[in-house]
């Protein structure tokens, strides 16, 4: 079987430019979206990651103010720099880049965000809304991996859908929008027992765990003609890869996503999205083709 590549890249680009139109006709509106991000310290990953999604602001047309914290930076700093940013109406969007530096809680960081400007949908309001199938600011990287699943017309419902991973910022909100689906969902961890039979079992199967080569998803893992998404980036020899071994599940699956090529650019649009459905929320604008 030969895979069909399932390229985030270009659906993204797609989506960027749908997104700057709407971001035009915003303007047009009198509403001009704002993004403003917080980098607390200097990881190298981080300032990279940051760095594609100040791009794509500057290619939608989303208005950017940066804010860059020193590592030390006591847990007072960070949180009156996002009390004022929640204050400022000209800023649509909070996006705090993580992880934060190990002596700052994420959590209670995360929570001073105001969750109209939550743009990563991390805070408790907007899971509490994912949980009752009411999400309006969706975590980003869960949100791009339905797009990818849409876009290329992944049966979900009645499918058995397996995510290896339960965080909060990847299984447990995709395991919300799968059900929300229809979808059967099983969610795998480190603790898992009999961990073959279950991935082997999955029409879908997506990974995140980013543990290579502790972890690596190999063909006996996956079910002849299974879809799957590979969310994780890991560092191997000095390149970046997924969690799958690409070419021998690629001849056995079909479809998969690349890494990088895959969801990483679909995490990035989806948080360009987030911006202009809180700009739109945020200022009425009822007829927003991003509400729609
Ligand atoms: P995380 O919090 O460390 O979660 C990793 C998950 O993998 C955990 O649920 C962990 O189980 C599970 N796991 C670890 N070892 C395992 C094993 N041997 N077998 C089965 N499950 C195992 O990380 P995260 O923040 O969710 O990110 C996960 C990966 O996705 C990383 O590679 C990250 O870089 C990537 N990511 C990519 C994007 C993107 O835009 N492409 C966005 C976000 C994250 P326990 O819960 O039991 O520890």
New binding site residues.
Partial sequence: MTAILMDGKALAAEIKLRLKEEAEMMRGAGVSPKLATILVGDDAPSKVYLAGKHKAAQEVGIGLETHHLPGTSPAEDLVLLIRRLNADKSVNGILLQLPLPSHLDSRAMIEEISPEKDVDGLTAVNMGRLFYNKGVLVPC?PKGVMELLHHYKVTLAGSRCVI????A???RPLMHLLLAEDATVTV?????LD?LSLTRQADVLIT????RP??TLTREMVKDGAVVID????RLHGKLVGDAEFGEVAEKVSMITPVPGG??PM?VAMLMENTLIAAALQNDLKDAGVLK
């Fill in positions: 990287t290896i991973n339960r965080s910022l990847v299984g795998c961890h480190s603790k898992s961990f995140a765990v980013g543990r502790s972890f969310v994780a980036m890991n969801v990483g995490t």
